[in-house]
């Protein structure tokens, strides 16, 4: 079974440009969510899609929005990019339901977003 | 706030020796999992505890979830230089937070020949 897929691996932008960045789940998996990693901060949650609907969200300002797609795949959009959201962007996806709340969730190999 | 406190931080070590990273809570997680990480990648899960008290063995690591669901433990005996890597802990909060997970700031580890 195919993993997780994530494009454009590497991305240099400016500030004050909006990107996209896209995620293909796991076949099968109808949970997609998505995380910033940096030094400073360690891994965290963005927000989370399940059959097209935003399920959850982080404490992200409204510069960062996704979607998802009928197929599961998920984009994610950072719009005005400032120096700060320089980080490695990683999307997980899942099953999206379990029992006990139980949440596997398996990564991408990530974006490496670079803003200058 | 950082729910997840994991320690330490950082871990050098030489070949064959033991170790252990402890994960803490004050929130009880209906499942914890760990993940291993390489540079440029992304993370790799190694296991899911779910049950207080559990206890997990994948070769010579061993992974253990507290009896009140709000800590766990990786131990790896043995310790080669193929473990090098960041060992991230995060916890399933469960419920309405079901695709949410959150993360331990991550052990660095290093292991020496």
């Not at chain 1, 719009?79 to 997980?92: H, I, Q, R, V």
Request: hydrophobic letters at 30%; aromatic letters at 10%; a positive charge.
């Amino acid at each position: 079974k195919a993993g997780v897929t994530q494009t454009p691996r590497y991305l240099i932008k400016t500030r004050g440009q909006q990107v996209t960045l896209s995620c293909s789940p796991i076949s099968g998996h109808r949970s997609v969510s998505w995380y910033q990693q940096t030094p400073g901060q360690g891994l965290q949650f963005l927000f989370e899609y399940f059959s097209e609907t935003q399920r959850n969200k982080g404490n992200f300002p409204g510069r960062f929005s996704g979607r998802q797609f009928s197929n599961s795949r998920s984009e994610m959009n950072v719009s005005t990019l400032e120096l700060g959201d320089s980080a490695l962007y990683l999307c997980a996806s899942s099953l999206g339901f379990g029992r006990r709340g139980i949440n596997e969730q398996y990564f991408g190999p990530g974006t490496r977003l670079t803003v200058t | 706030t950082q729910l997840l406190e994991q320690s330490p931080q950082f871990l050098s070590i030489q070949e064959g020796e033991n170790l252990t990273v402890y994960c803490n809570s004050s929130s009880v997680f209906s499942s914890l999992q760990w993940y291993r990480q390489e540079p440029g990648e992304g993370p790799v899960l190694l296991v899911t505890v779910v049950t207080g008290g559990e206890v997990k063995k994948l070769k010579r690591l061993t992974f253990q979830f507290g009896d009140a669901r709000k800590d766990s433990s990786l131990h790896i005996t043995a310790a080669q230089p193929g473990d090098t890597g960041l060992y991230l802990c995060a916890g399933a909060l469960g419920g309405t937070s079901y695709g949410k997970l959150t993360f331990g700031q991550g052990t660095i580890l290093t292991v020496h020949p």
